[in-house]
């Protein structure tokens, strides 16, 4: 379908950021060809669908850099009372993975798509989950129409500290062998909607010779490696808080960062997730290697990590590091609407640094559009409206209360610090009208809806979890 988009304020992302008033832009075969005047392009493209932009913002499609849809049936199931993340990850995160069907995993990627695309998230990377049902991610993205990178979670030794359960456990070869296989059968599926990426989940449960193995095979299919990534926690953290040592430092005598450095996996090709501590010798690794960090600050504020209040993502970002946003998963955020994000992500950090210099809301821009592309290697596609890019686009609502006023110049700021995803009427990926006045028209949302809560209920039952109680008495039914 042929687009044009009229009387537009255009937030494009181009290396000068441009923001362009009163313009339309053209969509053709998926692309964008062209950008221009109303009246002129009007004329050019009178056979296209119009859609009228008057009072709204144009902007790219928001990228989420880490999302795992293995766990978005277990929202709202983790409260205020899990206070260990090691707990969390090992008595509910994994246990709950493995009682996951292929319909579960089905049924939950699309109710995070659906949620995705309610708010303006046109693509995501998933770091993989512990099961063998990645496939139902992969058709879940074709049926939803979303654009998305899928992996499949790697391990290979089991932390004594904090074993893995037996069942779980995989050789060198064969964990590597079947992230390979998602690689071989979903890369560049779905007229390139779909990438498939490898996977180095935990840096404690991967042998050093799974770490070169995952970065060799990336290398020679040309593909990222998503990984979750820790530097050196600072020492008044540990002391102060009296939190235990970082695991990695005391497993192999240095921070996550350092260990995939020294065993040269580090590089433009790979994506790193939370990396909420660095020091400066670690930062000049990730810059120089042009490795990329996914922030993932709701993780970080509901985790009681530090990450924030001590953490140096801004001084990443100063370093020239490139750096994205993602919302982790939904145990941890409860929302996926990436305004919301934006908003923590641009002020959270000042009261940190009792600075308001620091970060703000046109870089937490930057972070969720044009340097997510980059963190997926897929800038050249996608990120920014330019002419020549894969079309996705949405379109937000300004005539909306939250949005007034609205002064000249200030949409941007207006967008992250007042709106939220609801204003998002329109969104558009790969070209096709996903959602148009707010309905999404490739699923059945009441549907998706229903069997989320089914489902959810039923791998609740099937994992046995022993869930922690609520602070407040359950309430009385009558």
């Not at 009228?52 to 880490?66: E, K, M, W």
């Not at 496939?135 to 049926?143: Q, R, S, T, V, Y």
Request: hydrophobic share 40%.
């Amino acid at each position: 379908m042929d687009i044009l988009i009229k009387n537009g304020t255009l937030v494009t992302m181009d290396k000068k950021r441009s923001v362009i008033r009163g313009a339309a832009l053209a969509v053709k075969d998926g692309r964008i060809v062209s950008i221009g005047k109303t009246d002129e392009l009007s004329k050019e493209y009178k056979d296209s669908k119009v859609i009228d932009a008057t009072n709204r913002l144009v902007s790219p499609g928001f990228i989420d850099c880490h999302a795992h849809s293995s766990l978005y049936l277990a929202k709202g199931l983790v409260n205020d009372e899990w206070t260990s993340i090691y707990k969390l990850l090992y008595d509910f995160s994994y246990v709950w993975e493995a009682a996951l069907k292929p319909d579960d995993v089905y049924v939950g990627a699309l109710g995070l798509f659906l949620e995705m695309i309610k708010h303006g998230t046109t693509c995501f990377a998933d770091p993989g989950g512990y099961h063998d049902h990645h496939d139902m991610i992969g058709e879940a993205i074709k049926k939803i129409g979303i654009r998305g990178v899928i992996t499949r979670s790697t391990r290979d030794r089991s932390d004594p500290e904090h074993p893995i359960p037996e069942e779980m456990m995989e050789t060198t070869e064969e964990t590597a062998r079947k992230c390979e296989n998602i690689v071989r059968k979903w890369n560049g599926v779905a007229n390139g909607r779909i990438k498939g990426w490898f996977s180095l989940r935990i840096i404690n449960n991967l042998s050093d010779e799974l770490c070169r193995l995952i970065k060799s095979k990336a290398d020679e299919y040309g593909v990222g490696i998503h990984c979750h990534l820790h530097g050196s926690r600072p020492e008044e953290l540990v002391k102060v808080n009296k939190l235990p040592q970082d695991e990695t430092v005391k497993t192999f005598g240095m921070s996550g960062v350092e260990r995939l450095y020294r065993l040269g996996v580090t590089g433009p090709n790979l994506l790193g997730a939370h990396c909420p501590f660095t020091n400066e010798r670690e930062r000049i690794w990730l810059r120089d290697s042009g490795t990329k960090i996914v922030h993932c600050p709701t993780a970080q504020y509901a985790g009681g990590g530090g990450g924030i209040a001590m953490g140096t993502i801004p001084e990443l970002v100063r370093s020239g590091v490139i750096v994205a946003l993602g919302h982790d998963a939904v145990m941890w955020s409860n929302f996926v609407d990436p305004i919301r994000l934006m908003h923590i992500a641009a002020s959270a950090h000042k009261d940190a640094k009792a600075d308001v210099r620091v970060m703000g809301a046109h870089k937490a821009m930057e972070m969720m559009t044009i340097n997510g592309a980059k963190a997926l290697l897929w800038e050249k596609e996608i990120g920014s409206l330019e002419i020549g890019k894969r079309a996705d686009i949405i379109i937000i609502d300004m005539n909306r209360p939250e949005w007034q006023p609205c002064h000249l110049d200030y949409e941007v700021t207006n967008l992250v610090y007042s709106a939220s995803g609801d204003s998002v009427d329109t969104v558009i990926i790969d070209g096709n009208i996903v959602m148009e006045n707010r309905k999404v028209l490739t699923v059945d949302e009441s549907s998706v809806l229903e069997n989320v809560r089914k489902h959810a209920l039923n791998v609740r039952e099937r994992s046995g979890i022993k869930l922690l109680p609520s602070k407040w008495p359950q309430p009385l039914a009558f």
